[in-house]
């Protein structure tokens, strides 16, 4: 479980040093859109990114840090020479070395911004390495959660999730454990919120992209067409708080205000309001405990307009119901669900899949799937690979 905000922090250091795990991404941008904005409270650790080199080097030559990694190994070379090219005088590596490394380096946090179970490896180093890791890779907590609980435990290493619904819950979350009655994660319902079942089978790449309020990499604007990525949330929310299937709400709110709430047994409600600018989140992670200054949007509560809220729809959105189940079952299950996602969603941007068979595959893949528990890496590994597995097979027999 991650902990409560404390009461009487540390002090901070003058300048805190943080690791950007996909630096090149959406959460990665905006997150050095904000070291930029604070340059006296931030420095630049290590950056990494997975084949934009051009992007990887504008970022070294303006944030400079220690280390900076190419996740494609065919690109080291190339990435070697271009740095040093414009004169950048720090560490290059490349592949999964490379990204362990910026794992474990110098940085005071860690963020976690690698999409899919790619990010597990070097999100699952930076814990062990006892750092605060602001957690934006939900696809890591669903492959592995108890064994990222549990070695956060071991280490000390303090989780803060940037996702915008638990980062919601974790600022409203206090008290003792057997007050929480429940946590209502909203969702803005994706693009096909309105859309007829028929016409959401044969969405096409652009239209699943194009989310109504949030501007994000394309594998998660996929899964929030599906829902899948409320699904995936609901998965890492169990983790993250140590809350059980039924005692986590889904609630469709499409103005995206209230990123998420926590009921008590009182039945008191409380629930985190903001724009709907991913930065807001990701600023709490990097200067907790404390606040930082941002330039997002503020809310005008005089203009705003009514909040609506509505049950999701299993029907027209079957990733839900498939998530739900798979954290029932648990153990490979969840890891199993989460791979099959990632491989039919890219399945259907390559153009190989309708956007209706997405949850199908997963669908087929559960159903197929031999069980087990996980207790160790290896065996969440395990079960991703046997996940993809299924998963291609699944793709090609369609
Ligand atoms: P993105 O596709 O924009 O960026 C992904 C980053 O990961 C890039 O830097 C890319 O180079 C790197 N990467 C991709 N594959 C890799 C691999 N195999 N090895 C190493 N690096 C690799 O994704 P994003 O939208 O920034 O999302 C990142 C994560 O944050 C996802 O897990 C997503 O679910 C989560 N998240 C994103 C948002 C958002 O608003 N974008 C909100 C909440 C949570
Ligand atoms: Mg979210």
Redesign the pocket.
Known sequence: MVSAPVENPAPTPDRRAISV????????RSTLDLVRQAPDSFEIAAL?????LDLLCEQAAEFRPKLAVI?DETLFEAAKSRLRGQGFTGEIAAGPSG?LEAGVGDAHTVVA????A??LAPTLAAVEAGKTVAL????CLVCAGDILIERATRSGATLLP???EHNAIFQVLYGRKQDVEKLILTASGGPFRNWPVADIAKATPAQAVAHPN???????SV?SATMM?KG?ELIEAAYLFDMTESAVEIVVHPQSIIHSMVQYRDGSVLAQMGAPD?RIPIAYTLAWPDRMATTSPRLDFATLGALTFEAPDLHRFPALRLARNALKTGGTAPPVLNAANEVAVAAFLDGSIAFGAISRVVETCLDNHSGGGVSSLDDALAADADGRRRALAAVAAL
């Open positions: 795990l996909g630096s090149t991404g959406s959460i990665g990494t990114a997975f084949q934009n996740g990204l911004a690698i999409v899919g790619a990010g934006a890779n939900k696809e940037t996702d915008s949030w501007s994000m990499g394309a594998k998660i899964d990525n995936l991913m």
